[in-house]
């Protein structure tokens, strides 16, 4: 029995809208624990690499601004492009070391966590919030 293109596009929606509330609830509690606790030591990395300290702060875009933007549905393939730079400059900063590692608690690719936020990034950036989302005139971006 063939789906209706109703029903599939329901499922569209729904799935797109799973993978936003992933995405910017995950990515929201690593931003609420930088506001919390600052974003100082990722400065260090920064300089070690030749950049500017003053970078650090686009944490607090990436890991507070764009994941509400991503829950709520606006501008989100931005948004989720922003999540995924911030994950990218995680891996470089933090986690190259790790890369190649199993976690040694339990197995598991020492990175996965960050891996899969970046892949989720990439799908929400691509999918777009669908139709579950706050309304606004239709956008590219969204």
């Known amino acids: 029995m063939a789906k209706s293109s109703s029903s ?10 799973l993978l936003r509330l992933g995405l910017g609830g995950i990515v929201l509690f690593h931003g609420v624990f ?26 607090y875009v990436a890991e507070l601004f764009a994941p509400i933007l991503v829950l709520i549905g606006l501008w989100t393939r931005a948004a989720a492009l922003v999540i995924a730079l911030d994950m990218l400059m995680a891996f470089v900063l933090v986690l190259r070391a790790s890369l190649f590692k199993v976690n040694p608690m339990g197995g598991g690719w020492a990175v996965e966590v960050e891996a899969l936020i970046l892949i989720n990034a990439l799908a929400v950036a691509c999918l777009g919030a669908g139709r579950y989302a706050v309304p606004r005139a239709t956008s590219a971006w969204d």
């Open 34 to 59: 930088k506001l919390t606790h600052g974003v100082d030591w990722i400065k260090e990395p920064l300089t070690a690499l030749g950049l500017p300290g003053l970078l650090a702060y686009g944490t």
């Open 8 to 17: 599939s596009s329901t499922q569209s929606d729904l799935g797109k809208l």
